[in-house]
């Protein structure tokens, strides 16, 4: 079907939702119902429709659609920075679940910036996302506690829900859904590996105190030491990032004081293991011939090093999110997941001959 002329010039205009209508001879509100996904089950009607809306070209005008009050489901996902291997693997599940609800996702990004954060709630929720879902390592202080429950009432009524992924729960009175993963098992575990192979000094890289992660799994890993009988020693614990130049920081200031005061390492996550493997490198320490190493994620670049690591179900975390909010009848319920995390075991662990340890 040609279009028609805008000004008489010969300059085509944008077809209308009329145009399809006509080109697929059904009525404009048929058209309407089938692009906004809520017409009955009608193959051959739908099938006319979408043909003619490929024929013309046409792109719906969302400014028009949301007068109308007809706007595409979504959900959003809202993260740190979608740099991080682990935003950016939560993201997909969050993406795989939202694609075979049927739902846009939207990822937006606040490089931890309280301010950008509620900008971007607020447009979430003028937006009539039906579920925004927060993830990432947090400082849960009375201000964050008092700015999330603000979240989750808002959201819920707008009609929409708030998700806290990988973040501790708020309280029975805050209407948000939490997903989260076993940080303190996974390091209890990691640790335990170490000690049963024999090492009783273990370099703790990546403490960050007041965190919910790094907290988390500190309180694994000096549980495990116990478990053992190992006395704790605080001097084996470092301040740092979970950040890769940070482990390689860490290290690197390790090693300058002198070795010898540690035979294997618990990286904080896979990326400070990264770090932390360059430096000992650079002294020609090898692992796990030198220090044996264990680390926390089970990002893909961990099998390429051989490192033994804690597995995190990163997609699963996303994809579960995305099912609770999009179950829930009720906007504003409140529900607590936690998923389980396993050690994988690999080849950057070296038994201390005649010290191997069985647990307590």
């Not at 048929?30 to 070209?57: N, Q």
């Not at 708020?170 to 098992?185: F, H, K, Q, S, W």
């Not at 006395?231 to 990032?241: F, I, K, M």
């Amino acid at each position: 079907m040609p279009r028609r002329d805008a000004s008489g010039d010969g300059t085509p205009r944008p077809a209308t939702i009329r145009d399809v209508a006509r080109h697929a001879g059904v009525s404009v509100a048929t058209v309407s119902r089938i692009l906004s996904g809520t017409y009955p089950k009608a193959p051959a009607t739908r099938s006319k429709v979408m043909r003619a809306v490929r024929e013309l070209d046409y792109v719906a005008n969302a400014h028009a659609r949301g007068l109308a009050g007809v706007r595409p489901k979504s959900v959003a996902i809202v993260v740190n920075s979608v740099i991080s291997p682990h935003y950016a693997h939560v993201a997909q599940g969050v993406h795989e679940e939202a694609a075979r609800a049927g739902r846009l996702c939207i990822v937006a990004t606040t490089g931890g910036d309280p301010e950008r954060e509620l900008a971007v709630i607020q447009l979430m929720r003028e937006e009539h996302a039906e579920a925004v879902i927060l993830v990432g390592n947090i400082k849960p202080d009375a201000a964050y506690r008092e700015r999330m429950a603000g979240y989750a009432r808002a959201l819920a009524l707008a009609g929409s829900q708030l998700v806290l992924c990988g973040r501790p729960p708020l309280g029975r009175d805050v209407p948000a859904i939490v997903v989260e993963y076993d940080n303190t098992g996974g390091a209890f575990a990691a640790t335990s590996h170490l000690l049963s192979a024999g090492h009783k000094h273990i370099l703790f890289l990546g403490r960050q105190a007041g965190y919910t992660t790094p907290d988390s799994r500190v309180a694994g890993y000096r549980a495990a030491l116990a478990a053992h009988g190992v006395p704790h020693d605080p001097r084996l614990e470092v301040d740092g990032t979970m950040e890769r130049r940070e482990g390689y920081r860490m290290m690197r200031e390790r090693l300058d004081r002198g070795p010898g005061d540690f035979t294997a390492v618990f990286a904080s996550n896979d990326q400070i293991a990264a770090g932390a493997r360059e430096a000992l490198r650079e002294r020609g320490l090898r692992i796990p011939e030198d220090v044996s190493m264990v680390g926390f994620d089970d990002l893909p670049p961990s099998a390429d090093i051989d490192l033994t690591t804690v597995h995190i179900p990163h997609e699963e975390l996303g994809r579960t999110a995305v099912r609770l909010a999009l179950k829930s009848e009720t906007p504003g319920a409140a529900e607590h997941v936690l998923l389980g995390t396993h050690i994988v075991v690999r080849g950057s662990v070296r038994p201390r001959v005649g010290e191997a340890s069985a647990p307590a």
